[in-house]
Structures are given as C-alpha cells and as structure tokens.
T-cell receptor, first 116, second 113 residues
Framework: GAVVSQHPSWVICKSGTSVKIECRSLDFQATTMFWYRQFPKQSLMLMATSNEGSKATYEQGVEKDKFLINHASLTLSTLTVTSAHPEDSSFYIC????????????FGQGTRLTVV | GENVEQHPSTLSVQEGDSAVIKCTYSDSASNYFPWYKQELGKRPQLIIDIRSNVGEKKDQRIAVTLNKTAKHFSLHITETQPEDSAVYFCAARDAGGGNKLTFGTGTQLKVEL
C-alpha cells in the first residue's frame, strides 16, 4: 500500500504556543488530505478536508483560526494548532488519497500532542 | 450528514471463537465501507472493505457483509487469535460528500486464552 508519513510522532508544548504537524505522501500524489482528532478511547473525528491548492473545508465545530491547515503541494499538508491549550491534547491523524474515485485513503502514524 | 453507529462497544471472546461487530449507517448515498483495526497509539489499519455493489467479501479469517436495504454492515472474524485483540472501527464514505469517511464509535475486542 501507499505510504503516508506524519511528523512528529509526539510533541509536548506549553500552553499558548503553536505546534505544526506535517503529513507527507511519500509515493503518490495526494489530491486530498484529511485531518482527524482522536481523544482517548474515542473514535476518529474528522476535523477538516484539504484539497491541494484550495482552502480547507472544516467540519462543524472546528475553529479554522485555531487549526490552520495548509495543503500547498500534492505531497504535503500541515496542521498548525495555534495558541494550544491542555484541552487540545489529543492524537492527531492525517490520511491522504489520490484524486481517483473509489480509492482508499492511507493513514499517517499519528501525532500525540500533549499541552502542558 | 452521515451517521454511523457501531455495536458492541466491547467484545470479549475465547480464542478460536468467532467475533461479530455490527454497524449501521444513515446516508443511502454512502458506497464504500472499510473496516479498520487500531492498536493502542498506532494508526488505523485497513483490514477489509466492501463497496455497495457487493453483498459479501471474505479474506481468510475476515469477512464483511453489507445489506444496502437495511443500511447495515458487519465484520466477522473467525478462529480468533490473541493478536486479533484491538479496537475495530467501521466507516462509511459518500463519494459525493468529498470522499470523507465517517467512523463508527469503535469496538474493543479482547480475545482471551
């Protein structure tokens, strides 16, 4: 299967600072990338969908000014958590897919964010 | 939007027994239904998927069935092994909805020796 690499795997930051998470498709062009958040023992909740070269589409209840998404190339999308607070501590996972229909999306390994 | 419900939330079986996890979805436009296995702290791994033009699919010990009319689909694991212990998520995707997946709430499967 295709490879999606996400970095960092874990990060600890202080309240009020910003953290950037990268999601890269290593061997295919990712027209669409998805960002999920997963709290302990809960399901994956979609935060936003980003298409290369376009503004991200955010799910209801997700603050676009707090979770900045950039998808400037076909192999890289970034999620920046701005002014992080302890309640933002979570497991953030990206997935990426090509522009072809009926193809699966591939997940990155996730980023464990802890805000102290 | 799509709503996916998953049951049970926890499932404990004896090694060698079968395990069944059920999901229902709300959007009749959904046409792709993957199942993921997630171990603690790791990424979800696709274990099997089914498209809406198929009623059943099998891959060794794992099978998935889909009932489009009733809008439900199920995961069947036979001859369970301890390494099958994990959290399993079902999902549904609407091709017309930006290809986004809506996940079920997850099932913690524990296979006991």
């Amino acid at each position: 299967g295709a490879v999606v690499s996400q970095h960092p795997s874990w990060v600890i930051c202080k309240s009020g600072t910003s953290v950037k998470i990268e999601c890269r498709s290593l061997d295919f062009q990712a027209t669409t990338m998805f960002w999920y958040r997963q709290f302990p023992k809960q399901s994956l909740m979609l935060m936003a969908t980003s298409n290369e070269g376009s503004k991200a589409t955010y799910e209801q209840g997700v603050e676009k000014d707090k979770f900045l998404i950039n998808h400037a190339s076909l192999t890289l999308s970034t999620l920046t958590v701005t002014s992080a607070h302890p309640e933002d501590s979570s497991f953030y996972i990206c997935s990426a897919k090509t522009g072809l229909t009926n193809t699966e999306a591939f997940f990155g390994q996730g980023t464990r964010l802890t805000v102290v | 939007g799509e709503n996916v419900e998953q049951h049970p939330s926890t499932l404990s079986v004896q090694e060698g027994d079968s395990a069944v996890i059920k999901c229902t979805y709300s959007d009749s436009a959904s046409n792709y239904f993957p199942w993921y296995k997630q171990e603690l702290g790791k990424r979800p791994q696709l274990i099997i998927d089914i498209r809406s033009n198929v009623g059943e699919k099998k891959d060794q010990r794992i099978a998935v069935t889909l009932n489009k009319t009733a809008k439900h689909f199920s995961l069947h694991i036979t001859e369970t092994q301890p390494e099958d212990s994990a959290v399993y998520f079902c999902a549904a995707r609407d091709a017309g909805g930006g290809n986004k997946l809506t996940f079920g709430t997850g099932t913690q499967l524990k296979v006991e020796l």
